[in-house]
């Protein structure tokens, strides 16, 4: 026989949060690795979605997504950023925020393309890339705030560069980029005529009083950013799938098309349930989703501590970066497994999150989970320092 897999097979191989999870999973230890959270969907977002499969919204939506979801986008997106959207024709509702990114990447990019991705970065945006043709390259984060140079960003950019993705808050690193860094991106955007993809997936997790600004609401750059988001973090649907793209006109319209192509819609009685929810949560369920992942965050990074994992403590999103350069291994993986082994806490390897080897003494550890697991975590971490 000849037939064997594509060429593009080696773009979507084993990811090492799946490796983790399954090594996880095999000895019953806890899972830090991925970044599922175990707090509890909105009983609003529930009911509702259970009351439209009853009523029959059981059948394929507009390609965009229900007029009614992006609607409650738009108003959301109006009361927290103050941005102006036009509901009918600057959203498109899609297969989360992963969906949303890819069917942006098929609509807006062409293969051979460069785009610019800050590093550390989350994996699903190297891959998305990859597997759509464009070339990502990068710009390194420096800890502990995660810092860049704008004289870095200059140095790679060629007559190639299309793009730049930010990620704010960011995965793994937890930075929320500032207003002054984003102006910076603003206008090197505009200066090089790139488009800019921001996923503002974390966008309700902020720690310390920090603000999210949204890059399409800075002056002149409408027209060039697509951002993407969803409701998987913000509502602990992350099963569900639904985010969202948005942008001008000229571009959602072709992103919907793709949309349309790959997922067809996402899952209707599901929109129903997340529409319910943007329009009836109050402002203080967002604010006490920040206030309770910011005690998450305290737990683990003083468990991270206590253990002599020095942790880079994050500024939003739900994953801490620590320094795991004490742990015995060759590289981040051999540390991780280490660790696993040792205490039975599962964390994501360093190498993960850098196209080269930068990331061997880091590793990535999701707090999303409940209050009684996180301190059983930090007590397991506790014990590597009587070994
Ligand atoms: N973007 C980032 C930065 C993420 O960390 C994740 C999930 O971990 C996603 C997107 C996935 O979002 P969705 O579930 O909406 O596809």
Known sequence: M?????????WVMQSEIRNMSIECDRIGGINLSQGVCDTEIPLSV????????????NTYTHYAGFQELREAIAVKQKKFTGMKVNSETEIIVSAGATGALYCACLALLNPEDEVIVFEPFYGYHISTLV????VPVYVRMSPPDWSFLMADLEKIVTSKTRCIIINSPANPSGKVFTETELKQLADFAARHDLFVFTDEIYEHFLYDGRIHIPPATLPGMWDRTI??????????????????????????????????????CAPAPLQTGVAKGLLTLETSYYENLSNEYAKKR??????????GLKPNIPQGAYYVLADISSLPGKNSKERAMYLLRKTGVACVPGEAFYHDDSGEYLARFCFAKDDDVLAEACGRLASLKSL
């Open 2 to 10: 000849t037939l064997k897999l594509s060429a593009r097979q080696e």
């Open 46 to 57: 529930r009911r509702e979605a259970q009351e439209a499969i009853e009523s029959g919204v």
């Open 131 to 134: 597997a759509t043709g464009a």
């Open 227 to 264: 951002t993407i988001s969803g409701l998987s973090k913000t509502f602990s649907i992350t099963g569900w799938r639904i985010g969202y793209c948005i942008c001008d006109a000229r571009w959602a319209q072709t992103i919907g098309y793709f949309s349309d192509l790959v997922y067809v």
């Open 298 to 307: 305290d737990l683990i990074c003083n468990g991270l501590s206590m253990a």
